[in-house]
């Protein structure tokens, strides 16, 4: 599989764990906790396989990019208050 695809899929990952971080007020809920942990360790995963395939210094680039792309793409919006 090629590693752009992966962080493509490792990016959607990392940004629920956050809105999940959002939702555990500080971790003091329990499933939002465990949802955030899960999501947290699959994006880490995926990234890390990824990370395997390609040079370090672009690896990160991809990664930043395809997270700030998959957070404000277009008819998203993971804000509570929305």
Known sequence: MNALVIYGLAAPLYVTGGVFMKYSAGLTRWLPELALVAL???????????????????SY??????????????????????
């Open 40 to 58: 947290f360790s699959a994006g880490a995963l995926m990234q890390a396989w990824a990370m395997k395939r390609e040079p370090l210094g672009s």
């Open 61 to 82: 680039v991809v990664d930043l990019v395809s997270k700030l792309c998959s957070r404000f793409s277009p008819g998203t919006s993971f804000s509570p208050n929305r």
